[in-house]
């Protein structure tokens, strides 16, 4: 009997790229059993989930619940379709071929993993990882480096594309709603690693998704960078988060890191204000403040 897969996704003000997304789910070659797509954009896409062809649990959301607060709703939407499997996709992503949905669930089964996650490649450069992976010390956006591997245990590059059991949300919970945006995917994957959860990245197969090159920023080499994302208002979410999760889990290497990198990038531009902005953030976080959308917060 066929495994049941339902997509959880969430989209906001981006219809074009709905439109891509459910047509490249429409031609797995593993049937969906729902897919969940919640929207709290400004411009409603009904319209488009309506003419897709797919079976398309549309919400409307009247309230921007962040990246966490989305995915855990297009979650819930998806576990009460009574589906095995949760598939996780942002509007902006889609599977790169018709035969990724039945790759993953192979492997997963095969391996004995409870979560998996493909390859992330950056639109228009298919041989490009749109986000790094560290091996051996060093950074690389070369999938031809990381694809031969075929699995790497224990590491992911959450949410998109992530197929993961449903009884996995029962033993970790759903996204942190608190963290709104930036740093929830983050704190899933420290959660699936503390629950001894198995999961890891497949290198066989990709999803698109607009790439983060952007924003890393060597400090010393590839051995040693800090991410500094590109608007004031992603960075404000970012720096905070990072921050609660180093207190959260306990994250001593990672606070040694943060405490010496990035006064090291922003004190060797001389940009003062950006080294304020970052301290403040940073510094809510590890007290535990400024939880969620944060109203009048000047960025």
């Known amino acids: 009997m066929q ?48 003419a897709s062809g797919v079976p398309v649990d549309y919400v409307r959301s009247l309230a921007n619940l962040g990246g966490a607060g989305g995915f855990s709703l297009a979650i819930l939407k998806a576990i009460a379709s009574g589906a095995e499997w949760v ?20 492997a997963a089964k095969s391996r004995g993993q409870d979560v998996v996650v493909p390859l992330i490649v950056a639109p228009g450069e298919p ?42 949300f029962f033993k970790v919970g759903l996204p942190d709603l608190r963290l709104f945006i930036r740093g929830d995917e983050v704190d899933f994957m420290l959660r699936l690693r503390q629950a001894k959860v198995k999961f890891g990245t497949v290198t066989s197969v990709a999803l698109t998704h607009p790439a983060g090159w ?55 531009d001389g940009d003062f204000k950006g080294l304020a902005k970052w301290a403040s953030a940073y510094g809510a976080g590890l007290r535990g403040a400024k939880f969620g959308p944060v109203k009048d917060q000047k960025f």
């Open 3 to 50: 495994d049941t897969v339902a997509v959880a996704a969430l989209t906001f003000d981006r219809p074009d790229d709905v439109r891509t997304l459910l047509g490249a789910l429409s031609q797995q070659t593993h049937a969906l059993h729902a897919i969940a797509l919640v929207d709290a954009g400004t411009s409603p896409v009904a319209d488009i989930a309506a």
């Open 87 to 106: 598939w996780i996709m942002d509007d902006d992503a889609h599977p790169e071929d018709p035969n990724c949905l039945a790759t993953l669930l192979e």
């Open 127 to 168: 041989r490009k990882l749109s986000f790094p992976f560290r091996l051996d010390g060093h950074l690389t956006h070369e999938r031809s480096v990381v694809e031969p591997l075929g699995f790497i245990a224990d590491v992911g590059q959450f949410f998109n594309g992530a197929l993961i059991r449903t009884d996995v």
């Open 214 to 268: 952007g924003e890393v920023k060597e400090v010393m080499g590839d051995r040693f960078h800090v991410l500094v994302p590109e608007t004031p208002f992603k960075r404000f979410y970012y720096y905070r988060n990072r921050g609660y999760l180093t207190r959260r889990h306990r994250r001593l290497r990672s606070f040694v890191a943060d405490a010496v990198g990035y006064p090291l990038f922003f004190l060797r």
